[in-house]
């Protein structure tokens, strides 16, 4: 049976490079829920560390560090979902922690820079891993890729 000219084309979905098909909404769940939860931590841990260290609560903390391998979790799924193959996935997550990273390193400067006491332990440590993160995907981004072509 043939469809008449007035009916509209089914929709093939997203067509991936390796031929495949996919319809699916979870896409629309697992990227930007991938985004928020690895971001979130950047954002908030600062403040829990630095901004008011005395009411900081370890409960709080530790469900902020747990968001960020579920956030990690969902990228990695969602870059599958997006682009048909696994490949790829480990820059996407290497680039989300290195801007999770930036955003503890800022926004901790910012608190530093109006007087409050950066404590060694945990912001100390946190601090020079975000730092960690940030400079190796600087040097991943720029100067690896110059002397390592990898497609």
Avoid at 8 to 32: C, D, E, M, V, W
Wanted: glycine content about 8%.
């Amino acid at each position: 049976m043939r469809a008449s000219a007035t009916e509209a084309p089914q929709s093939l979905g997203r067509i991936y490079k390796n031929g495949t098909r996919s319809n699916s909404k979870l896409l629309y769940l697992f990227i930007p829920g991938g985004v928020i939860f690895s971001f979130l931590p950047g954002l908030c841990l600062p403040i829990s560390y630095v901004g008011h260290p005395d009411a900081s609560h370890p409960a709080i903390n530790a469900v902020l560090f747990a968001m960020l391998p579920v956030g990690l979790t969902f990228s990695a799924i969602g870059h599958r979902m997006a682009r048909g193959e696994w490949k790829g996935v480990s820059k996407q997550l290497h680039a989300q922690l290195a801007i999770s990273g930036a955003a503890f390193m800022l926004i901790t400067a910012r608190y530093a820079l109006t007087g409050v006491h950066v404590r060694l332990y945990p912001a100390g440590l946190v601090l020079a891993i975000s730092a960690f993160l940030l400079l190796s995907r600087l040097y991943m981004k720029f100067s690896a890729h110059e002397h390592y072509l990898w497609p």
